[in-house]
């Protein structure tokens, strides 16, 4: 019997364990059932939403090409021979018409000058004395005291001493200018962009001492598709990007009448403003200015790249974001254009999609500027 009642009891406190332990395991998975729900429940984020906004888009053409000179002017010796003595400037000097940019040695061009105005004044004593005779000849020609070949003679010299005085004449103007020439002077203002010239070389004529970029001006030298030439026409605007981040403005001036057969590509000539930061022979991509068109744009933290794709997270009716693929156009300051994918009165979670998933909860707040706070006070445990 007393074994009978042991057994008995211990089946009793077995029993009352199992219990007490399924009702354990009971409570247990319905408070992480609860929490489960309750963290499905969380929203991800809190975010702003936005629509597509019609927006003007200028139409732009995109180019390449060089900065050159608008024209360039190669100055050279114009003497012979003689010794280079100064040089007055160099290369990125600004300089005027008229200034002096190098002298040659003039000591000899100066004493030949000098034996031209000697023979100047000596032709000119022939001549009067020429003129003397003539004039006493004229007279006594009519008295029949002269024989015509006497005075004929008289007058013939008078000729001939006229004739050696203009020949003098000339010989010194000869001398003056290639003494004005030992002073070399450009034909326009400009900037100076090569020199050659060395003091104390003997150069011949026509050897080039500087090269001139006329004016300082520079014009941009785009290469535009031969199909895109009838878009373009004199004065419309043009927007390079210089080496450098450097930006300028500047207006067609002329389109060339040829294309280039090998490339099919033909030259616009826009002009540029005086600038510090063009230089001749630089490269600079830029785009002209055709007109404008009406598009509709999304800000650009609203557009997500992912592998290749840009997507936008489109907010359904029950809050969560769906990701949807979209075909994005031209950039334009902060904004997209977008082309298609999404509906024109669609909302797109504004910015901070890059930390949303495709189905995830969200929390749409009407006032931008306080998601940050939101987030924040939504991560603190």
């Known amino acids: 019997m007393r074994r009978l009642r042991a057994f008995a009891a211990a089946l009793v406190i077995a029993a009352i364990l199992f219990v007490a332990v399924a ?24 975010v702003a939403v936005t629509t597509l906004r019609p927006a003007t888009l200028p139409i732009r053409l995109p180019a390449n090409g060089n900065v050159m000179a608008w024209q360039e002017a190669s100055i050279g010796n114009e003497t012979d021979g003689l010794r280079l003595a100064s040089v007055e400037v160099n290369v990125g000097d600004i300089v005027r018409r008229g200034q002096v940019l190098a002298t040659f040695a003039s000591d000899t061009l100066s004493a030949e000058l000098a034996r031209s105005r000697a023979a100047v004044a000596e032709a000119e004593a022939v001549l009067a004395e020429a003129k003397g005779n003539a004039r006493r000849a004229r007279k006594l020609q009519v008295t029949g005291a002269m024989t015509a070949q006497q005075i004929q003679q008289y007058l013939t010299a008078e000729r001939t001493a006229q004739a050696r005085l203009e020949a003098a004449q000339a010989d010194e103007r000869t001398q003056r200018l290639r003494l004005a020439q030992t002073q070399v002077i450009p034909p326009d203002d400009g900037v100076i962009s090569a ?56 207006r067609v001036r002329t389109i060339a009448p040829l294309v280039d057969v090998s490339t099919g590509n033909g ?45 936008v997270m489109r907010l359904g009716p029950d809050s969560r974001v769906v990701q949807t693929k979209v075909t994005m156009g031209r950039r334009v300051g902060e904004r997209i254009e977008i082309a298609g994918g999404i509906g024109a009165s669609a909302p797109v979670v504004a910015s901070g999609g890059a930390f949303l998933g495709d189905g995830d909860l969200v929390r749409v707040v009407e006032d931008p500027s306080s998601l940050d706070a939101m987030n924040r006070a939504e991560e603190t445990p």
């Open 195 to 250: 020199r050659s010239a060395t003091v104390g070389a003997v150069l011949p004529a026509g050897q080039e001492l500087f090269r001139l970029i006329r004016d300082g001006r520079l014009e941009w030298r785009a290469e535009v598709a031969a199909s895109d030439l009838a878009k373009l026409q004199p004065d419309q605007v043009a927007r390079l990007t210089l080496p450098g981040g450097g930006e300028l403005e500047g």
């Open 267 to 311: 030259m616009v000539y826009v002009d540029l403003p005086a600038s510090d930061v063009a230089r001749a022979g630089m490269f600079a991509r830029g785009e002209f200015e055709l007109g404008t068109r009406q598009a509709l744009t999304l800000p650009q933290s609203a557009v997500l790249l992912r592998d290749g794709f840009s997507y």
């Open 23 to 46: 009702w354990t395991l009971h409570a247990t998975r319905n408070a992480a059932g609860e929490e489960q729900a309750i963290a499905v429940a969380q929203p991800a984020l809190s």
